[in-house]
């Protein structure tokens, strides 16, 4: 227990500096040379992990946004949207391990829009959940990956809130 808190007052200020938004706004290279992938779902998707030294180095190859929509090196916590709970996710690590297989001219932009809790109903719906509308955002990074480059993919992890019998509509089954 002790080396537990130990560890935990270590990295709180990883995450303070993280959560405030302290980060540079950086240039992106040309669009053409920019991979863009958008991160979306719920809670594991968000992060919830916990923030090591380790997760807050970046890659001068691997880019993200802000709260203000501007470019940064991409460092966890990539998702901004529930600051009391941010932690580590999945975004960086795919990034950097994606980065191994790509030509080295290829640059990375992880897109964050995951918002933990949310189901895919409010997704659909565009329904406004812990003061973010779900798919309305999701448009608005998608419109910035075009600015910035080609748009790869779609990282979506989605869990609990669809996982039990109260989220299947009526008249459907599994």
Known sequence: M???????????????????????????PKPNKVWVFLLA???????????????ALTDPRIFSINSKGEVILAKEPLHFYEPSRVGLDCGLSFGKTLL???????????????VGGSSMRQWLGDSTYREVK???????????????????GILWHQGESDAN??????????
Do not use: C
């Not at 080396?3 to 240039?27: D, M, R, Y």
């Not at 191994?100 to 995951?114: E, H, Q």
């Open 134 to 152: 779900l798919w309305s955002n999701f448009l608005e990074k998608v419109a910035i990956g075009k600015k910035y480059g080609q748009i790869k």
């Open 2 to 28: 002790k080396n537990l808190l130990v560890f935990i007052l270590l990295s709180l200020p990883l995450l303070l500096e993280a959560q405030s938004g302290n980060t540079k706004p950086v240039k992106l």
């Open 100 to 114: 191994k297989g790509v030509p080295k001219k290829v640059s990375i932009l992880l897109l964050p829009t995951a």
């Open 165 to 174: 019998e109260r989220s299947i509509p009526p008249g459907q089954t599994h």
């Open 41 to 55: 779902g719920q809670s594991n998707m968000a992060g919830r992990g916990i923030v090591e030294a380790q997760d």
